[in-house]
């Protein structure tokens, strides 16, 4: 690979479960900086172990980034080159890390990417489910009536979802998502993507729960669940004209927020604002 950049930070995609998956330019990065930021670093630890590596780590997550980022900033000032990870797959995604690349930017030091393994794009590269738009919402809320109240605000969305789960949540969140699309709501649950265990169930989300529950294998792991987004286009109208009215009703008078919103998701005016 080409010389490490000094003052750099990368930005460094890692398997999300298959080691083979870990780019060759990935592992020259990681070899040749002068440290790794990473999320968990008894996790990122035992990763580069598995290649030889022994790259110093700083541990950067949810409860530290504020303060760390600036003390990195100041190492990348000084001609170090950086790198960050996260414990799996692509970082920023639904993982810390995007503090320190604000902080980096911002600073106006360079942040290269690195691409690899994202958990959401294998999933929808094997869903077999309309990916040309999609939206990613990551982990749900953990209470149940969190949880419920947003999948209720996706219902009408027109966009195939991606959302992530873990094992403990996974039948709640699951009884949760037939409630707010339906039973019948084709979608794709990945779990344990590229491990050896991998297991792709389908095609509806009642066809997924069932699978589930009968199954304490289908329980475990990591998941990522693929949904179609709605067929209704005048739900999606309105889901589109809520959302623009939203947006736009922060900077213009809530009457003209709504002509304008009405105009460009052809929603009903009324339905976005009862005013004159």
Known sequence: MSEIARGTLYVVATPIGNLDDLTPRARGVLAAVDAIAAEDTRNTAVLLSQFGLRTPLVAVHDHNEGGVAARLVERLRGGEALALVSDAGTPLVSDPGYRLVRAVREAGLPVVPVPGACAAITALSVAGIPSDRFCFEGFLPAKAGARRERLATLAAEPR?????????RIEAMLVDAIAAFGTGREAMLGRELTKRFETLLGPTLGAIAAAVAADANQRKG????VVRGSEDDEAAQLAEGRRLYAALSAHLKPSVAAKLAAELSGAPRKALYGGE
């Open 160 to 168: 195939t979802l991606v959302f992530y789960e873990s094992a403990h």
């Open 222 to 225: 990591e998941f990522v669940l």
